[in-house]
């Protein structure tokens, strides 16, 4: 017998095609009489016709939402928001958009509607991560949770291939690692062995064709099962990892996700057997990391770390800053193992060396 604690997540989740429609009456429902509408300058089109849309409802749009919520963007939104008076937020797009949304209602506990539009997941968890003068520090609140999250379908089938590839393969890391998770429970496994088993099956079908509707639906529906994973259990050395390499190199969040799960999940792979088969069996694969590294190279994905713009005279300080600050993971987290790890990801050579050289006993 297992024994275990779930937090269930407070969030009101509204699935669908064509339900951008409910947000007037989410937003009523929430007493939003001044929305401010945020998104990335990529989306202010998308942000403006939601503004035009909600009619009096929406106060205005703020449209310099930017990867890894620099507290400086957020100044310049909270002050926006003062000046309109604004009482709730909406926001639509990706994680930029949505961690700027988390980090006003951080500082002003506003109610929060998000419309997410890549498969990021951070709609679902507590966590965010904020950049102050180049340094990412992550914290975890309540606060930040939206109270409604509007799934629409439709908005995802403009995200071009290469980002819905590599966003699918972060949301399956936000999965992977819950299965190994020192604090897991039954019912994050199921979502994440579902949400894993969803995204793996609708990927290669959206590469085929961005427009096909099913497998648009399925890869949301996976995307939100995975981002509920990872607000709900601790991650281990692959989210440790990107962070570290994502923040000290500059590299993008989720190509460097997708580069680094297969490596990573192979060098946990000895360490938790149970696990491994959990996610081979929801990727439809003999083998987890191996399988993981195919279903990239079958996305087209970039698959090492020089090609998404790492220097090969970093790999050592990357090695020495993944070893700094030690986290809980399932297999010891030692610098020269981890050195060979960031080395394979760097050249984007097969994970399955790593398994082989790098098996330990399962203590
Ligand atoms: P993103 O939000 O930066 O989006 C990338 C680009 O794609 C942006 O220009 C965006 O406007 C555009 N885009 C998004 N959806 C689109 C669509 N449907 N059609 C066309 N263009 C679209 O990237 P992301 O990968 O979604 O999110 C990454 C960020 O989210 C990072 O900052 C990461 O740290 C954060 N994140 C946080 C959590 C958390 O729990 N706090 C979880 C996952 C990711």
């Known amino acids: 017998m297992q024994t275990f604690t779930y937090q269930a997540a407070p969030m009101r989740v509204i699935f669908g095609r064509g339900t951008l429609n409910q947000l007037a009456d989410e937003l009523a429902r929430l007493g939003v009489s001044r929305a ?17 849309m909600l009619g009096e409802r929406a106060a205005g749009v703020f449209a310099q939402a930017e990867m890894h919520t620099p507290v400086g963007v957020t100044d310049r939104a909270m002050a926006y928001a003062r000046e309109l008076a604004v009482d709730g937020i909406v926001a639509i797009g990706g994680g930029s958009t949505t961690g700027l949304g988390k980090a006003i209602a951080l500082r002003t506990d506003l109610p929060q509607v998000v419309v997410p539009t890549s498969y990021a997941g951070s709609e679902m968890t507590p966590i ?18 939206p109270e409604t999250v509007i799934y629409d379908v ?53 590469n085929a064709e961005a427009n096909d509707i099913e497998a648009r639906a399925q890869a949301l529906y996976g995307a939100w099962l995975c981002g509920s994973c990872l607000g709900a259990v601790g991650m281990a050395l692959h989210h440790k990892l990107c962070h570290t390499l994502g923040g000290t190199f500059n590299l993008p969040h989720a190509e460097t996700h997708a580069v680094i799960l297969p490596h990573a999940v192979a060098y946990n792979a000895s360490a938790d057997p149970h696990a491994m088969a959990e996610i081979a069996r929801a990727l439809g694969a003999k083998e987890a990391a191996l399988g993981l590294f195919e279903l990239a190279g079958e996305l087209g994905v970039r698959r090492s770390l020089r ?28 610098r020269d193992a981890i050195r060979g790890l960031i080395a394979r990801a760097f050249a984007g050579s097969s994970p399955v060396d790593d398994v082989r050289t790098q098996a330990v006993p399962h203590t």
Do not use: C, F
């Open 36 to 52: 401010l509408v945020l998104a990335t300058p990529h989306q202010v089109q998308q942000a403006a016709s939601i503004a035009a």
């Open 307 to 334: 090609e998404i713009g790492m220097r090969e005279q970093d790999i050592d300080r990357a090695a020495d800053l993944a070893v700094k600050n030690p986290y809980w993971n399932p297999r010891p987290v030692e």
């Open 128 to 145: 965010l991560g904020e950049t102050r003068d180049g340094l990412k520090t992550t914290q975890s609140s309540p606060r930040v949770l």
């Open 154 to 206: 439709d908005l995802t089938l403009t995200m071009p291939p290469s980002l819905s590839a590599t966003s699918g393969l972060n949301a399956i890391a936000h999965a992977v690692e819950p299965l190994y998770a020192r604090d897991r429970n039954p019912i994050i496994s199921l979502m994440a062995q579902e949400g894993i088993r969803n995204l793996a099956q609708a990927l290669p079908k959206i």
